[in-house]
């Protein structure tokens, strides 16, 4: 089957928002994909929602925040010489922070290109299409735009719902909306999709389990939201195992190559010939040489070097993991280990193939580092768009989701289907399996299994949610403990050693810490959004 990044190039003229625009609040521009004289067949329902997957779509986010919230906020990695990171790292964000505006921006040019689309297939379609395919359009439009407010809700909390792009020309400002109404809006479009998506699809594009992976991870969100003392609603952690189980095991899906003696399945996972294998629930869609605003550039800027980059371009941000990160791999866990960090000698063959591969020469990010152009055998990726298919939602992630809900309230669960899905995780990975999850176990396979995928600080602000005074604990002691900070490695001693340089001042965590503040630029263009959010429903 035609896999769907193939026709993302024709398709480039369908994003309406450019890259550079400024607020979430300027509506989007008629284009030909939303015309009257378009939803005429099936197919052009097709094309309409395969423009939802990559491209202007989710540039900005992918590139500018996605990680730089995810994993340096929550102080997995750090680049001293960018201002804006250094914010995220020291947790002093402001509302001008680029990178946290260009994230809030981002996901609100991606809602935007959800609404024209449901709204056009609902209003425009020829009635010649079945009620089953425009459902199915508009189910995966409903995704995206699900994805889209649950990143706006775990990073800014009461945010505004738009449904209706049209209406902003009457009512341009807008009021936050309540959180558990956005987490509430956010499910009930997971719900429609996991009702309208077929099981299975062309390869990449989103199915039933993808919306009920999705939906298991937000109800097991929902279920902290203004909790306390480490309690979480029963209920919607039923919800949760409801879902994420289901994925578990009724989807006939499993790890990459989890039974394969001959493949390490965690490392290939990230191998882009290896892009939307049957793990991958939803990755974004990149086409190689679409130039700057409509690629995948991450490792442009975090490449550790310059050499591994398409026309030896960028590398101008090369992360250095933190002695925190790096001190969660057991020695055991080399798989993963090497596969998303590299240490002084690692040698990697697969990136510069040219020269032989290459052996790291200080501690760096691996996961997104693909190689050139050469080395992926693809002649037309450029600086700006690399081939990797990066994933926002894997299967991994929904089996320890299970793993989590089935805990939920108790200090400690034996529980075997929680036991089975943590194992199968660990086992991929070459490490022991365990008999006993805790909720410190959970959190560290986590961090370990979805490191620089944008998880962390999701993880972070769900603690928060259910039990605020361990979760502002357990940010500051990453600060008295200094493994917020770089770290020097010996590949003759196997010795890591904490960097003994002043890390950035770093402001100690209050409850607060959680939330991102709201963008400068978006509050003087709707002074609205300083008010009390108010309810959706």
């Known amino acids: 089957m035609k896999s769907i990044h193939k026709i993302i190039t024709i398709l480039l003229f369908a994003a309406a928002i450019a890259g550079c625009k400024k607020s979430f609040l300027d509506r989007p521009s008629n284009s030909q994909i939303s015309s009257a004289n378009f939803y005429k067949s099936t197919s052009d329902l097709r094309l309409a929602t395969a423009s939802l997957y990559g491209g202007q779509t989710w540039w900005q986010f992918s590139n500018e925040a996605w990680i730089q919230i995810g994993d340096i906020l929550s102080g997995t990695a750090s680049f001293p010489y960018n201002g804006d990171l250094v914010q995220f790292f020291t947790r002093t964000v402001t509302g001008s922070n680029n990178l946290m505006t260009y994230g809030w921006v981002g996901l609100y040019n991606c809602i935007g290109q959800c609404n024209g689309v449901i709204n056009a297939i609902q209003q425009q379609a020829s009635s010649s299409i079945s009620a089953k395919d425009k459902n199915a359009a508009i189910a995966e439009a409903r995704f995206m735009r699900a994805v889209a407010y649950y990143h706006l809700a775990v990073y800014w909390g009461a945010v505004p719902i738009i449904e209706d792009n049209s209406k902003l020309i009457k009512n341009p400002l807008l009021n936050r909306n309540i959180v558990s109404d956005v987490y509430k809006f956010v499910a009930n479009d997971l719900t429609y999709a996991a009702n309208n998506l077929p099981k299975t699809d062309d390869k990449g594009r989103v199915t039933t389990w993808s919306a009920q992976g999705m939906l298991g991870k937000v109800y097991l969100t929902m279920a902290g939201l203004g909790q306390s003392g480490g309690q979480r609603d029963q209920k919607l952690l039923d919800s949760a195992i409801k879902y994420a189980g289901n994925v578990c095991k009724n989807s006939g899906l499993q790890l990459f190559e989890q039974n394969d003696p001959n493949h390490q399945g965690y490392y290939d996972y990230f191998r882009p010939v290896n892009n939307d294998n049957p793990e991958s629930l939803f990755s974004f869609q990149w086409v190689g040489g679409t130039g700057y605003g409509n690629g995948n550039a991450i490792q442009l800027f975090f490449s550790p070097n310059s050499i591994l980059t398409p026309q030896r371009a960028g590398a101008w941000e090369p992360l250095q993991p933190t002695y925190d990160l790096y001190q969660m791999y057991s020695a055991k866990d080399t798989i993963r280990r090497k596969a998303t960090i590299m240490l002084t000698g690692d040698h990697y063959p697969e990136l510069d193939q040219a020269d032989g591969g290459y052996t790291a020469t200080q501690p760096g990010l691996k996961k997104h580092i693909i190689g050139n152009e050469k080395d992926n055998n693809s002649p037309s990726m450029d600086a700006w768009s690399d081939i990797e298919h990066n994933t926002i939602l894997r299967l991994a992630d929904v089996y320890l989701v299970y793993a989590e809900a089935i805990l939920g309230n108790n200090a400690s669960t034996s529980d075997g289907d929680a036991i089975k899905y943590f194992n199968l995780v660990r086992t991929r990975a070459g490490v022991d399996p365990v008999m006993v999850l805790n909720a410190t176990t959970l959190r560290t396979e986590r961090r370990v299994e979805l490191a620089f995928e944008g998880q962390y600080w999701i993880d972070l602000v769900r603690y928060s949610y259910y039990d605020p005074a361990n979760a502002v604990k357990f940010l ?53 959004l300083t008010q009390p959010p108010v309810p959706y429903y």
Do not use: C
């Not at 890591?496 to 959680?514: K, N, W």
């Open 476 to 528: 500051n002691d990453q600060d008295v403990h200094h493994g917020r900070i770089s770290f020097t490695y010996d590949p003759k001693t196997k010795i890591a050693t904490r960097d003994t340089i002043a890390p950035p001042i770093t402001l100690p965590a209050t409850i607060s810490s959680f939330t991102l503040p709201i963008p400068s630029s978006e509050l003087t263009s709707d002074p609205k």
